[in-house]
Nanobody, 123 residues
Framework: QVQLVESGGGLVQAGGSLRLSCAAS????????MGWFRQAPGKQREFVAA???????DYADSVKGRFTISRDNTKNTVYLQMNSLKPEDTAVYYC?????????????????WGQGTQVTVSS
């Protein structure tokens, strides 16, 4: 059974940083794309960042220059370093794994999802 487990969320002041982790188990995703999405209250889930097996990355315009996605294939884990956080970054953040090899913004390309971790940024 495939599981994605996120950790690292919490409450932080505006301008602060958090690092999210997502550990996968049940199969290896070292050859597949992985991503992060978020969903704020009353809004649709939106793409945040994605990374291919060789480290190619893509970001939503709203987080470019502030967030960095990375992965450790030996640990089957993907990370999201979030700096210069803003109140509008407040959301539940979800890790996702795709059976595809290329980067995609659409959630329909992702086959496995974590339960989410809450990130709250206070002003």
């Amino acid at each position: 059974q495939v599981q994605l487990v996120e950790s690292g969320g919490g409450l932080v002041q505006a301008g602060g940083s958090l690092r999210l982790s997502c550990a996968a188990s049940g199969r290896t995703f070292s050859n597949n794309a992985m991503g992060w999405f978020r969903q704020a209250p009353g809004k649709q889930r939106e793409f945040v960042a994605a990374i291919t097996n060789d480290g190619t990355t893509d970001y939503a315009d709203s987080v470019k220059g502030r967030f960095t996605i990375s992965r450790d294939n030996t640990k089957n884990t993907v990370y999201l370093q979030m700096n210069s956080l803003k109140p509008e970054d407040t959301a539940v953040y979800y890790c996702a794994a795709s059976l595809a090899y290329t980067l995609h913004h659409s959630s329909t390309w992702y086959n496995y999802w974590g339960q989410g971790t809450q990130v709250t940024v206070s002003s």
